[in-house]
């Protein structure tokens, strides 16, 4: 089977962190976004994956040919010359997409779940018209694509409207598809938005199917939503009892859903946890407490200091009693001096903070 990544976007609503990464390669759970769903992918029996980019490949083809050998799956890229929209993509990369007559995924690159890749391929055979698309329950769909349902069917779709100004229905868009090849000849290859144009004519059709999702879902597209995901993948990994998880028996876990790579360094008397992540070769001092946040590789956390709903960037310092919270967000290579209180700030890259960020801020 056969699948496309669309990963193209500058990723601004992840900046900082964009501004050193693409966005795929950001860790998300300790492991690279796009690397959750290429396993996934490789796991459900697909062999060639298409990274759909019109952003800084040139540093994502190191990393994916990395990933291409482990899996034992081709990648391959698809670089777009001016951003084609969410459906253009597709059509660019036809010739790999019809390389047979099977249908294929399409992944929206910034999203998170536990990717039902087998059960919608069996979905998608059984129904037998040209498209499937997963869909999740959230509480404010204005700023997803929501789906309506047929009266009379269970899932075939009798609209489809990209984030709607009125409250038309909760059941959203997952930013994951099956469709058949035969949805290529649909598309033209110009810009172009699978959202506005191709569900919709897929529609009038009666062709397009909706497939519930099971269990969490979110788009880590934005710093808020990407701690809210890590929560909620955490939580997702204590359920399933995973190996990757750092034991609760250890002292300094506090509440669990606590993921700790084992070259990281903790200090004594900590407190860690619920819902954290720590990267490789962090170091944390000693007395810290940390809760709901991400420290990225390399980054070092000194003594006393309490950090909150703050993803660390690679490499930043954070200082002895320093404390973070309210969805701050460091870059690469930033330090916080000692004793700094930092309220929601967003800290680019390389920059030193020597007085405290009382509301929040971009620090430039
Ligand atoms: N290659 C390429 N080229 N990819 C693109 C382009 C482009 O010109 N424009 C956007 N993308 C990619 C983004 O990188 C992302 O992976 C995906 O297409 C969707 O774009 P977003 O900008 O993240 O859209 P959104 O989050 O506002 O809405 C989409 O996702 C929601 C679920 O998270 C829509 O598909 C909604 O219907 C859906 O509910
Ligand atoms: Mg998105």
New binding site residues.
């Given amino acids: 089977m056969k699948a496309l990544?669309?990963?193209?976007?500058f990723g601004t609503r992840l900046r900082p962190l964009t501004l050193t990464l693409p966005?795929p390669l950001v860790e998300f759970g300790n492991k690279p976004m796009i690397l959750h769903q290429i396993e996934a992918l490789a796991e459900a029996g697909v062999t060639d994956v298409v990274l759909?980019?019109?952003y800084r490949p040139e540093i994502m083809e190191g990393r994916l040919a990395e990933f291409a050998e482990k899996f034992g799956i081709n990648i391959t890229f698809s670089i777009?010359t001016e951003?084609?929209?969410?459906a253009?993509?597709l059509k660019l990369a036809e010739k790999v997409l019809r390389k047979d007559d099977s249908p294929f995924f399409v992944l929206?690159?910034?999203?998170i779940c536990d990717f039902p890749f087998k059960d919608l391929a069996a979905f998608h055979k059984a129904h037998g018209d040209e498209g499937t698309i997963v869909v999740t329950k959230v509480e404010e769909p204005s700023?997803?694509?929501v789906v309506v349902h047929k009266k009379n069917h269970p899932s075939r779709i009798d609209r489809f409207v990209?984030?709607p100004v009125e409250f038309v229905g909760n059941r959203?868009?997952?930013?994951l598809y099956l469709l058949n090849t035969s949805v290529l000849d649909r598309i033209e290859l110009r810009?172009t938005s699978?959202?506005q144009e191709t569900f919709p004519a897929l529609v009038v059709d009666n062709q397009l199917h909706s497939f519930d999702l099971e269990g969490y879902w979110m788009?880590v597209?934005q710093p808020k939503d990407f701690l809210t995901g890590t929560c909620l993948y955490l939580s997702s990994l204590t359920k399933q009892g995973s190996k990757l998880l750092t034991p609760a028996s250890e002292p300094y876990v506090y509440g669990g859903n606590v993921l700790i790579d084992p070259s990281a360094k903790i200090g004594k008397n900590c407190r860690i946890g619920p819902n954290v992540t720590i990267g490789p070769n962090v170091v944390i001092g000693d007395g810290v407490r940390l809760q709901r946040c991400v420290l990225l590789s390399a980054s070092k956390v000194r003594d006393h200091a309490w950090i909150k709903s703050t993803i660390v960037g690679w490499n930043s310092t954070v200082g002895r009693w320093a404390r973070l919270e309210n969805v701050t967000v460091l870059g690469d290579d930033v330090t916080i001096g000692d004793e700094i209180y930092v309220n929601g700030g967003s800290v680019l890259p390389h920059k030193t903070i020597k007085a405290n960020v009382d509301v929040p801020a971009i620090i430039m």
Avoid at 172 to 175: P, W, Y
Wanted: charged fraction near 25%.
């Fill in positions: 990544i669309l990963v193209g976007g966005k759909a980019v019109n777009e951003p084609l929209g969410t253009g993509p929206n690159s910034d999203v700023k997803y694509g990209e984030k959203i868009n997952a930013g810009p699978i959202e788009d597209g």
